[in-house]
Each structure stands twice: as structure tokens, then as C-alpha cells.
């Protein structure tokens, strides 16, 4: 009798683990279950689509449930809720159209992912108010915007005067978060027309990246005239059905709509009903092979923690190469070749307007310190091309290095998009990957060609004057 | 009584170790000779000056020689051409207008570069026939282009009708040897209308990237019309005074100019006639440090080989980085602190038209084999962005590992012009520089967002896909 490998949750860690499985064990039953109609989405392309750059929905999809039923021959079964997961009799029970449904597993996957979590303030339940963590809030987002686009919706007489009574007629609207989703539904609305008030409660945007880093794309968002309300403490969204302002401690400002990008949480009651135990950082602890305290049963992705690749201590850090990469390691375990996928370096990129954004490993230095580090950071910019080449701008890097051993921590780049900022990041991820030094960094051959550099990378540059400084 | 630290050379190697050494140690006295009258200028950047996106070949000297006097308080003797060099008395000979000039030093450093190797044919020595090494080269070129272009000098009636007679009145002109030189000089040339022939001795251009790379290369060459002649045994360049045809076994092309791309090779006469061993390669031995086998001599740039990161070996690799950073690993010595500087990985990035291209470590199965490794390459081609982002191209990545232990060996890639071949390489290149295997290298946890790549970055599939089959 073949084995069953069942999974909770049909996005990228639960799709990337029962594709992996079943190709790799054809004998092997894979059961997805997974609570809405959609699976395998790219939810990091929805800002795209709400600023109207990708035009269907369906073009997230990255496999179809036809095609992982047909051709991968895997058991999708879509529309049925997990309510319920017994480890004893090893059999998770869920929910479809009002009926039960009890499946028995041999292996299962928790890949439950995260949801969005609206700030502990009045008013997060009115109409206007959105949050972006799935196909459908995307969809409700899109429609949204093209109604506010026709005109639709807006003229409501009571209000102020405000760019919405102005002819392109959208706007004002309010963002609560400056993080990547803040950021990127930001460009997303300012590019509809919309004027945009970006609400941040630390001093800084893009928290996670270095000072530098979120100076200048601060900076570029403010000459892309989105309103920066920094430092801001939101304390209700207010209106009567509909949303109509922000207030904040000192302030009203009035909008017609608010996007909350204010963080996820990991889904995982399923989990703790089941007695699987949670970490440090709130998600699912699981062992290098993502198997649970429960045996048998693997966690991954935006539910679960991962081991940070510098410090060696669980963090929490959804992302979806992560998301993908521990999924096809389970599956590849399960399918009877134990794979552990690998550390997070909490590396993380962002397009935002015509800059572009990257960060890896540790930059905080408390972080740093905590981890038994002593931090020094210096931050460079140079230029991204030759000098004397005909285009081309500036690369800006923030890079942290332990004093004592050289240890490379972090790193934070920034450049005009196209200038290489995110791609250049990737000789900083494998150094830290590796355990390397600022003084091995600094001796990379790296690619070098007038139109791609300058002779040291702007990476290289950061290191040298790194190594510098700490020798 | 300050030590003196000798240059010979003024260029990426010279001036990095005088201004390295004089920065670290102020009571140094440092004097460069260089017989020459520029110093420390982008080599890298001549093609595109005599394409014309450069305008002043000024703008390719990074410092000039009264920043290198004034600023940095460097000795720079330019004019002066090092004839001899005698360790015992540690002294050496300089050549000035017709003067000798004798020099005493504590250190000293050959950085007397590498010079273009023309093939052993006939007809290398006639007008118009060019090789592309120095700044006058580059200025004669640019020369050649303008008059071209004014339609001057290439009325030469007993020639066939060609296109040099249409109305552009441009071309056709050969360049021979297809690699980097040659094939960013068919750009520079093709960009100012002559019809381009590439001559190539071997099966395929750029012969140290990968067969994938090369024919992607070659495919958009002919795109833009550069005549590719592949396995051309050219036997003879023809004319009387001027050159006016290439002659091949089968064929002979006429043309109104050649550019003689086929290589360089160090100069290292002034070191062999002091008693400087040379390596295996032909180029000067040096220890990590770069010292030569005579004691506080040292040699950096493209006089001298290095070892190669992935084999152990001695290599070859004249390339402005590594020149650049053994020139200031040496000025760190001479300065009191000893300083290694670094191996090679045979780093290489080119931009040709509309594609770019890197390659890095052993991609060659015959030099891996030799090195005690059983090679396994795998080629794949993958999406730069997210499938569903408006905007992109593809990345096809060539990547070579070792069997027995997944050591990574080498990679190529080639992609659209800025779709990132050149920067994603830098993960590899690390992955090398660490000794990396490729399970390692495919749980990178390296920076994604739609707008950069897929959520496993083309260097990441490769790598699954290279793992997948050796394991």
C-alpha cells in the first residue's frame, strides 16, 4: 500500500513540496488541501497587477490546479478548510461545502502561510479599508482603483476639499505601513493618480534596510509625491460605513480609502491545536528538516520559523524563496531523500518608483550585539558604471561586519532601478552564506566591464572601506 | 633615512600600489617611471571611445598625472622608459629624452603590463592595419572611424564595388579574433555603419564562456549584421602599402581595415633580464604576495600570473581588477603590512550590442580533469523577471560542478542587455571564491522581488538543476 503524503495549504511552500514529492516518489499519494480557489499564486506580483501593470489575475497563477491534477498527478483539492489535525490516529480532518472530511497522511505539511494583521485601532473594519495578502484582496483592490479611475464612488458631499474633487478625481488615500507592501502598493496607487499619504510609525521607512537605504528611497517617494507622514502614530481610521480619515495624534487627514501594510502573522492555530509547538518567534519550530516536535509532521513557509544564517537563532522572515525552497526540501525528504534546504539570510528586494532596494543578513546592531558580535558598518556610494560610460548612476552600500573576526553580518544596497542594487546583493548573500569575511569579500574576482561597473564593484568598494575600518 | 618604493608602470597595477603604499605610509618615498604619457586610464574603456560614446579619450584617465603629483605626493616620472634593472645594487635604469636615469629603491614593483600579440602572418605591419592596447591605439582608431566617416581615405578606385562605396561609405572592415577586444570593437565599428567581418580561428566567439554562451553571442552578432567567419584560418592580411584584403585557405575578403584582436601577452623582458623567473604560464611567478623570486621585488597586473581559486594553479587572466588589486595588496606590503591580494576565478564580463555576458572558474572539462575533478555541466535557460511582470527577458546559465563533491567549478551566462547576466554572476563567483559546492549554492537565500527575477533567481535553477543530476 503506497504512502500518503498530505498537505495544508496549496500556495508556494505546500505546492512546491507535493510537486517535489510526487516527482520524485511517483508511488507516493499527495493530497493538497487548500481553503480557497486559488493555488501556487505569485502574491508578490499583486501590487503589479492593482497598479494595473499586469492585467489579469490569472497571470499570477504560476501552475494551474488543472494542470498540478492532470499532468502532476497530484490530489488538489481546493475549497476544503483544514479544521483539524490528529496526530494520533495520524489524520487531518477538513471542511468542504458544509460536509467532513477526514483524510489520513503518513507525512503532512503544515504550509498554513501568514495573514495580514491590521493594527490594534478603531475603525480597521470599515468599507474603503483593504489589506493585500491574497488573490481576492487583490482583486477587491484592482476594482477599487478602477472605479475611483471612473469617477465612481467618490463624490461624497461632506468632505473637505481635497485632490479627489480635482479633475483626475482619485485620491486622496492613505497607506499605514512603510514596509515593502506600503511601498510597493504606494508606487502602485500614486502611479493611478491617487494621492498618497504613507503613513510610517517608526522614523524611518523599510525598516529592515539600513538608514541609508531608507533615505533615499524616503527621499525618491517624496519626489514621486507620495506623502510621507514619518514617525506617525495612527490612532483610528474614522467614518461612518465607509472610511474617510486617518487621525493620528496630532492630526485628521482626510482619505477615501486605506490600505493597511502594517505586517503578517503566522497562521498556526491549526498547528497548535494539534500540540506543534511554536517558536521563539511565534511561527512553527521545526528542525533543519522542517519536521515539527510532531513526528511526521513538517512545517514550511510563512508559517513556520527558520534558522538565520548569521546569528544561527530562529527568526521569522515569510518571504517566498524561503517559502518555496523549505517546501521542495520537504518534499524531497518525504519522498525518502532527507533534505534540509538551507538557512534565511533574511535577505529581502524592493522596486520602488525608479529605485531599487536590497538587504541581507544583519544590519541592527543590537540584533548584532545579541549575537555575540561586535558591529562596524560603513556606507559607500560609488558609481554603477565606468565613469567615463555613457550611462548609468550611483550604488549605495550600507555594509556591517563583526570587528574582531572580519565577519561579513549585512548588508544594505540602493541604486536608480536598472542600476543593479538587487543583483549586486547576491555576491553579499553568498558571502554571508558562507561564513566569509570582509577580507575575503574584498578580494571577489567579480564580473568587471565598463557598462556593468566601475573596476571594484560598488560591493567591493563597500568592503574595502569596510576592512579598513576594522583592521 | 625614508625607503624608497620603485614603480615601473604606470598604469592600473602601478598606480594602485603607488597610492596605496604613499597613503598608508606618507614618510615612503614613492617614484613611478612610466614611458608613456598617460597613466592610470581605463584600458576597458577604449572600444566605446572609438565607437564614439565616449568623447575625450581624457575622460578615461581616472587621476591624472598632476593629481598622482600634487594630490598624492607621487613621484611620477612620465617619459621615462625602465631599461634595466639590477637587484643587486637595487637600482634601476631609466631611459629620458636621450638621458639615463638611474634610480635606487628598497621596493620594488614590475607592472610593465601586457602588450597585443599580433598573429605570426603577413601583412600585420601594413597601414591600416590596427591592435587595440594603449591610449594612442585608441586615439588612431577613433582617427581611422572619423576620416571613414567623412568618406576621406577610402577612395581607392582599383578596388571591387563593396559597401564602402554605397553611400555611408563606410567599411567593410575585418576584425580578427573573437574575443573580448574583437567583439566589442565589431560593436564600435558596426555602430559606425562599415559592414563587419569577425574572423575567428576557433569553432566559436569567446571561447572561454560556455558553448550556450558563445552561440548566443554569435546568433546576435549576425543579428546586427556582423559577418561571422568561425574556424577561419586566416593565412595573410594583403596590400601594398595599405591593407586591403584578408586572406583565408578559402577565401579573401576585401576590406579597408583590419583590428588585430588576437590576444596579449605579458611583458616580461626587463624582469627576465634581472634575473625575475617566469612561471609556467609565461608570465612572472610571484608568491601570494606578489614578491618574485628576488627578494623585495614584486610583480602585479597583466605582467604577472596568479593561481587560479578553483584549481590551485598558476593562471594567467589579464584582467583590471585583479591588476587593481594586487597593485594595492603590494602598496599594503611596501607600507608594512603584508597583504595576499587574492587569487583569480577568470572572471570575465562583456556587453556586445544588445546581450551581456560573464563567466567565471573552469568551465573547460579537459582543465577540469587535469585539476582532479570529474566535471558535470548543465545549461538552463529561465525568465530574468517574474513570468508575469511586464518587462524582461531570458538568463541562460551554464554551470559546471564536481561529481564526487559537488564542489562548484564555473559558471557562464548570457542575457539580454540589462537583464543581469554580468551582476547574477556575482553569486557565483563568491560560491567559488569559497569553495562552495552546489548544494550550497541552490539553498542561497539571494534577494527576490518580481521586478528582478523569478523567486529562484536563474543562478539558483541552474544550480537545482546541476545538484539534481550529479547527486
Redesign the interface.
Known sequence: MNETFVVVGGD?AGMSAASKAKRDDPDLEVVVFEKGEWVSY?A??LP?YVKG??QSLE??V?VTPEEFRDERDIDLRTGHEVVGIDPDRREVLAEHDGDDVIQSYDHLLVATGAQAVAPPIEGTDLAGVYTLGSMSDGKELREYVARARDGESLQQPDRGPACRYLEDCTGPVAVVGGG?VGIEMAEALAANGFEVNLFQRGERVLKGFSDETSEEVAEHLRDRDVVLHLEADVRELSGADEVDAVLTAEDSIPVDMVLLGTGVRPRTDLAEDAGIDLGSTGAIATDAYRETNVPDVYAAGDCAEAVH?VTGEPTYVP????A??HGRAVGQTVAG?PT????????????AFDV?A?R?GVLDHEVARDAGFDPVTETITAKSR?????AGGSVTVTMTADRGSGRLLGASLVSE??E?A??????V???L??G?TVF??E??????????NT???P?LVAAKVLSGSI?
Do not use: Q
Open positions: 508556494a505569485g508578490c506580483g503589479y501593470e499586469i497571470s499570477l504560476s515593502y544564517v518571504l517566498a524563496l524561503t518555496n525552497r531523500r534540509e534546504g538551507g538557512d534565511v539570510a533574511g535577505t529581502a528586494a524592493i522596486k531599487e536590497a541581507t565606468a565613469g567615463y560610460y555613457p532601478y536598472g543593479g538587487v543583483h549586486r546583493s547576491h555576491a548573500v553568498a558571502a552564506e558562507e566569509a575575503d569579500l578580494n571577489y574576482d567579480l564580473a568587471y566591464a565598463p557598462p556593468f573596476t571594484w564593484d560591493v583592521r
